[in-house]
């Protein structure tokens, strides 16, 4: 790619996440996107023929953050409920980075068609390496996609509501207690 192109590419990415983080997916069109990025409708297009194509592009960080993420959680040196309440709170936090992403990604959990799919696989692969790393401190038959649904319908709640941090955390707590081995 052209070093202008890229330049043009990097600095719509940048307007979009913006965008999306402060408005949602929804509230956000392209032809927004493109004056915001002062670039022509074309050049958008060119780069990023949908909408979905630019959200998927703007959540693209998401797999390397998330993949440190379980990686940070798992290389505590802590006790089992520290090391999966440090996962799911960095999980939800990444869920609720863009305004309505949290219910859009876990609406699309299981669906291969949807433009969202490659990031619920890196969600869903995060939580199965978090389950066969702590295998044994866990509640026989967790599943990944459960703490995906899960830990999706927390972030989603705080999400769209105004609840305390606190409020968020003790929602956290429960769920991995519900995940832990009694």
């Not at 509230?27 to 002062?38: I, L, Y």
């Not at 959540?59 to 996962?87: C, G, H, I």
């Not at 295998?135 to 105004?162: F, H, K, T, W, Y």
Request: glycine fraction near 6%; charge should be negative.
């Amino acid at each position: 790619m052209r070093a202008d192109a890229q330049r043009n590419r990097d600095r719509i990415v940048e307007v979009a996440r913006a965008s999306f983080r402060a408005k949602g997916f929804d509230a956000v069109s392209m032809d927004e996107v493109a004056k915001g990025a002062e670039v022509g409708p074309g050049t958008l297009y060119r780069h990023f023929p949908t909408k979905e194509s630019l959200y998927d592009a703007v959540l693209e960080a998401w797999a390397e953050k998330v993949n440190a993420a379980v990686d940070r959680a798992l290389s505590l040196d802590a006790p089992a409920r520290e090391r999966l309440l440090t996962w799911l709170t960095d999980y939800a936090a990444m869920l609720t980075e863009h305004k309505g992403a949290a219910a859009r990604i876990t609406a699309a959990l299981g669906d291969p068609g949807s433009p969202f799919a490659a990031k619920c696989t890196t969600y869903v692969n995060a939580n199965q390496r978090l389950i066969d790393a702590m295998d044994s401190a866990l509640r026989p038959g967790v599943e990944a996609m459960q703490i995906s649904r899960l830990v999706g319908g927390v972030a989603a709640v705080a999400d769209n509501s105004a609840l305390p941090a606190d409020s968020v955390a003790s929602m956290l707590a429960i769920v991995a207690d519900g995940l832990l081995a009694p």
